[in-house]
């Protein structure tokens, strides 16, 4: 018998395990498949555009973003990053970057010096990021917002406030990132001859106790290289927060609110001196959220609460009032208070930007309510429709319109471009008005359009 020409069989219970081993493969396997694919359903991917501004003939956003849909970026899983992108005069998108890694000069507070110190050319890694301003420049482009640099930051939603500027191709020229109390950012842009004044916010993060006095809303202006020339700050080291700044003749209106919540309006002169304080006790925990001037005077918008008349003293307030009615409030010159209007209903509405143009002023925001004169799009009284207001400088109403689908639409920006208005803002409507928009339903996608002088929606 030649063993050499034996045929081996493999044993009954040998191709048993063998088969068994297969299946227990195949369907690990398909399990796998079936969890990522559920996983994918239910997550829900962010894209969002919150300011823009407009360069020739093309124009820049900034927001954040998973990069999920995107075509231009990689999708970083589990990390949403500072987005700035590029489109033509007609929309078209022609480059989007996210915020990277890099070296930044770095100005925190100090605790043993009591001021503030640079340290310079620090190596950034960045976790998330959010961009919530851009400007352009002569040369590129000014970006603000926020960051984490650390694993402990991500942990603990902790950020510092980040300063980048940009020159046309979206190539980093220099970055700045700036630390006065733990949790800080950058809200919002004003471009002066000789530099930047930026407004934000510095608070402690969550459980951390302190009576510093260097923390709320923050306003720091830079010179035009990135140098901080000088800061100052107000409202608050829980939750004061400065949204926005326009400026007068000599100095600077900032807007936002303290650390109960109550709006605030602060003067500053040129050198970064408190003039005056003026609060406004019926906003909501966002407070004001945008300024525009005229000459000495100025225009705010946010959202009021409205009193609410239960029957119980106790419960009788505006403090507690679930109702909130779209806000303008025109000051003079020195803060007094000429006249304010609200636009809603029953529900919720808010506007979140403001726009002079000439004789006239454009708004937007979003509202909730079914019971006012403009169509609610959304499926129920708890998801928002995008709001267009345009009054004259009295506050009496022009036009109104509202914008989106059955989901939510929120509308954060509007700037001027030529004889348009481009409006920026984020929406998960799958039905809404742009049909060259093609969303799922379910993520968060950032959205820019043009409207005409009427409000109307220019396809």
Not at 297 to 304: A, D, F, P, Q, R
Request: aromatic share 12%.
């Amino acid at each position: 018998m030649k063993k050499g020409n034996a045929k081996y069989e493999m044993p009954k219970w040998l191709k048993i395990v063998f088969v068994v081993c297969i299946l227990i493969i195949v369907a690990e396997l398909g399990y796998m498949g079936i969890s990522m694919i559920q996983r994918a359903r239910n997550t829900v991917y962010y894209d969002t555009t919150m300011m823009g501004d407009v360069d020739g003939d093309s124009f820049i956003t900034v927001g954040s973003s998973d990069f999920k849909h995107s075509k231009y970026v990689d999708y970083m899983d589990g990390l949403v990053k500072g987005k700035l992108a590029k489109y033509t005069s007609d929309g078209k998108l022609i480059w989007e970057k996210t915020y990277q890694d890099g070296v930044s000069d770095f100005v925190h507070y100090d605790t043993k010096s009591q001021e503030l110190i640079c340290d310079e050319d620090v190596e950034s890694k960045s976790f998330n990021s959010t961009f919530y301003a851009v400007k352009t420049l002569s040369d590129g482009y000014l970006v603000a917002g926020s960051a984490e640099f650390s694993e402990y930051q991500q942990q603990n939603q902790i950020r510092e406030a980040i300063l980048v500027k940009y020159d046309f191709d979206g190539n980093v020229v220099w970055s700045r990132r700036f630390k006065a109390l733990s949790n800080t950012k950058f809200t919002n842009i004003l471009v002066e001859n000789d530099g930047y004044v930026v407004v934000g916010q510095s608070i402690y993060e969550n459980l951390e106790l302190g009576n510093h006095t260097i923390g709320g809303g923050i306003i720091v202006k830079y010179d035009l290289d990135g140098n901080v020339v000088w800061n100052s700050n107000f409202g608050g080291n829980k939750s004061g927060i400065f949204n926005d700044i326009a400026k007068v003749s000599d100095g600077y209106i900032v807007v936002g609110k303290d650390s109960k919540d109550t709006g605030l309006v602060v003067k500053y002169n040129f050198a970064g001196e408190r003039q005056w304080i003026r609060n406004y006790s019926y906003t909501d925990t966002e407070g004001f959220q945008g300024v525009v001037s005229n000459k000495d005077e100025y225009y705010v918008v946010g959202s009021k609460k409205i009193w609410e008349d239960t029957g119980d003293p106790e419960k009788d307030n505006a403090r507690a009032a679930t109702n909130t009615e779209a806000l303008i409030v025109k000051y003079n010159s020195d803060g007094t208070q000429a006249w304010e209007k609200t636009f809603g209903g029953s529900s919720y509405e808010r506007f979140y930007d403001v726009l002079l143009d000439g004789e006239s002023l454009y708004l937007v925001g979003h509202f909730t309510s079914s019971d006012i004169d403009v169509p609610l799009k959304t499926k129920n009284s708890e998801m928002m429709t995008g709001l267009l207001v345009k009054m004259d400088l009295d506050g009496n109403i022009i036009a109104k319109n509202s914008f989106g689908g059955s989901n939510n639409d929120n509308l954060l920006n509007i700037v001027k471009n030529k004889d348009q208005y481009l409006v920026l803002g984020v929406s998960n409507s799958k039905d809404k008005d742009l049909k060259s928009y093609s969303f799922n339903g379910k993520d968060y996608h950032g959205i820019l359009f043009a409207i005409d002088s009427s409000l109307n929606v220019i396809s």
